[in-house]
């Protein structure tokens, strides 16, 4: 750690690795209401489970983010961060106001929940993903602008490097879209276009900037390789995620009452989304392939290839999957949607968040460079764990989705959707088996925090 | 081109690695693009037939001609900052710009006119295609000229040199690109029938 | 030190402007005289494939280039060119 100040990164992400497992359990159980119907009836309700799981894991990721960028921005922008204070009393803010928000999901109905914090007078509740009380959402907005406050002065006072200004350009359209959420139009149509201005111009827009400059700073830090090269890598990427991705909004228009040429727009250009995902791959593997150190911190440097491959994977080839509108046809909100969710938010945005903690935490608990090996050991262990549950969650939710599809959308005479839902019971089983496994891997990854942590550090080889 | 020996044997293309891969991430949406007009075509034969005739093929001509100038005095502004001619090379490049210029006036002129007859990508699935392909088109040449126009200054300021000019050839050949898509999309929308 | 050959390596530039310009205008006239038909679109679209070749080999100068990198504009203009080429001879049927 070079900034005495990037120290107020390090409750951000211990608050975002808490909210994980709170994400988890939840996931969990709506894993088994699936296949048990009446568990934990009528304490935790599915759609509140689904609630809480959806939300931690937005929170989470927004929380480590703001970790994230309280870390690398000093240090990119040679500068300590314009005010800790101030990013420290935001962090207590937005644990209180997440810490709320789930309490009265779980306490209250949500009709009672609304009542209580007066959505009536600027209602912005009951919107997949953007459930929150009117007043979280505000309390969200200040804190993202007390964020990019401080970011952006600090950018400001320093060295302004393309990976800063790229993450800035990121987190700024993040709290610009976010505005978008306070639109509840009446008409349906204009209701979906809103919400997919959040939802995706987020996941497939200006979400993409943080990861890539987030990954840009490890590979960086970890390879030595000269920062040119990764700035040009940077500048091709960012261009393309947004050519395709702005215009890609467009594979969610096919069946909302959006005009037809949509069908056409929205195809071809997601279809070319995959693009910067693919090139981010090849960006860190070229990056890797010329280090010119080996850095003592194995298990970063693991975490950033996997986010690389695993997010081409799940928002790539998944996401290709289902993007062209004749597939979507027989495809849309099956399983096949809930299969690309997953792989696609683990491996793009939880895997880069994991990928700079594991980077900074050892920093900012004190060590030189890296864990003690056996600490970095059980890393690397829950690191595969946790992907390659998370690869069997998805292959089981393909699976489930190509019948869902098949049983319920197609063919002679196609069957009643309860009555599908039985017939691939099977599926959801298994993937509860490997949900399981992928919360062992969780609990490693937080083990692995504590053991060997009296043993010598890790040594820099070369 | 010049008859460098260093050129001939290059196993890489002029300019930097990471535009050639941007350029041919375009080329593929375009080739989608252009696809799916032939296959499309092949279900509506009589009307893209009839409503291809209602276009400006003599301001499709004007623009081909534009694009395929200002292609070839690009080519000439690298021959020039090769020759470590700055002058020259900036001059080349401000010749290109004004036909890029040309090529939207014109351009936008035709847009006018279908605006003013209440066309639209709705209209029917000819225009959905004729509109989408060359606004898509349009864009490109805005993006182009605003790459060439950066070079140009750059240039102006004495970045580049007969040693250094990997910025002159990478925003060469995005406009060569630009060209290079239009000549495919004239014929197609404007002449094939 | 300007070079004989640097003066000369803008000819066959010159000379692939003059052609494209023909080409243009050769497409062009087809279209205005009304000519219509399989045989036509397959010319009208072989001049454009040349026309793409010419830009790529020349001035883009992958003509020049050796090994995997000469091919990109090639294989743009032969698959898509394939595709409408098959496009326009079934509608004809
Ligand atoms: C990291 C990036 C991505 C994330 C986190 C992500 C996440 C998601 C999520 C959660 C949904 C479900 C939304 C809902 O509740 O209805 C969704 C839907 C969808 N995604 Fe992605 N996605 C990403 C990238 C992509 C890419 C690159 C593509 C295309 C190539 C894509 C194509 C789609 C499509 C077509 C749907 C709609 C599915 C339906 O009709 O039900 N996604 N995505
Ligand atoms: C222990 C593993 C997990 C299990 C068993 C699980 C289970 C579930 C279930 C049952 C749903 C509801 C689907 C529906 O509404 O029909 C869901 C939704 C969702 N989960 Fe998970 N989940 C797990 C882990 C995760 C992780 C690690 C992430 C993020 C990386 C995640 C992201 C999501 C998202 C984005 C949705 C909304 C998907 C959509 O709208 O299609 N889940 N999850
Ligand atoms: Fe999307």
Redesign the pocket.
Known sequence: MQYKSQAVAKPYFIAAIALFVAQVLFGLIMGLQYVVGDFLFPEIPFNVARMVHTNALIVWLLMAFMGASYYLVPEEAETELYSPGLATLMFWVFLVAAALTVAGYLLLSYSTLADVTMNKLLPTMGR??LEQPTITKIGIVIVALAFLFNIGMTILRGRKTVINLVLLMGLTGLAVFFLFAFYNPDNLVLDKYFWWWV??LW??GV??LILGAILAFVLVKTTGVDREVIEKWLYVIIAMTLITGII?TG??Y?WIGAPEYWQWWGSIF??M??IP?FMMTVFAFNIVNKRRRDHPNKPAMLWALGTAVM?FL???VW??L??LSPV?YY????Q???A??HM??Y???VMINITIISYAMPLLRGRNAANPLKSQVWEMWSFWLMTIAMVFITLFLTGAGILQAYLQRMGENPQPFMVVQEQISLFYWLREIAGVIFLIGLVVYIASFFVGQNDPEAATES | MTVDRSVIQSNYPPGDLAIWIFILAELAVFAIFFAAYAFTRLQHVELFNEYQLTLDREAALINTLALITSSYFVVRSVTAIKLDDRRRCVHWLLAALSMGLLFLIVKTFEYVQHYSEGINLSSNIFYMFYLSLTFFHFMHVIMGMVILAAIAVMAARGRYSRQEHTGVESGASYWHMVDLVWLILFPLVYVMR | MKQLSDYLGIRPCTLVYLLLIFFSLTTFLVGQMGFSGLGMSLLVLSLALIKGQLVGSYFMGLGSVCGLWRWPVFIWLFIPGILIGMAFTLSYQ
């Open positions: 997949e993903f939802v995706h996941v497939e979400w993409e890609g594979h969610h096919y997601s279809a989304e995959p995902f997010a799940g928002a790539g996401g290709f289902h993007t979507n495809t849309h909100g099956s096949i949607t809930a690309h969710g696609a938010f491996g793009a945005y």
